[in-house]
């Protein structure tokens, strides 16, 4: 059974920094690429970064660019995804997916397995 655990969400001043992971477990985690999505309110969820099964290749939607980083650590079965410079309209939850895209790019809409989400909110 593939699960995937979000943690490291929570209330940050806008200019703050969080730093979400995703622990997953279930299959092989080196064998998948991993995305972070999000769905702020009122909004569909969208893509906000995504890294290869090995981690040489890393996406990013425009918004987030020079922002945020995602990692992984495929001892740990971890991914992460840094975010600095936070700001207001960053506010969603966070969501991490698994999959193995045709192709992994930012109009990855995600893969098979999902986690439960984790709230970002970031104040003025």
């Known amino acids: 059974q593939v699960q995937l655990v979000e943690s490291g969400g929570g209330l940050v001043q806008a200019g703050g920094s969080l730093r979400l992971s995703c622990v997953a477990s279930?299959?092989?985690?080196?064998?998948?690429?991993m995305g972070w999505f999000r769905q702020g309110p009122g909004k569909e969820r969208e893509f906000v970064a995504a890294?290869?099964?090995?981690?040489?290749?890393?996406y990013y939607t425009d918004s987030v660019k020079g922002r945020f980083t995602i990692s992984r650590d495929n001892a740990k079965n971890t991914v992460y995804l840094q975010m600095n410079s936070l700001k207001p309209e960053d506010t969603a939850v966070y969501y991490c997916?698994?999959?193995?895209?045709?192709?992994?790019?930012?109009?990855?809409?995600?893969?098979?397995?999902w986690g439960q989400g984790t709230q970002v909110t970031v104040s003025s």
């Open positions: 997916s698994q999959g193995r895209p045709l192709v992994l790019g930012r109009s990855w809409k995600g893969g098979d397995a």
């Open positions: 279930g299959r092989t985690f080196s064998s998948y690429a």
């Open positions: 890294i290869t099964w090995s981690g040489g290749s890393t």
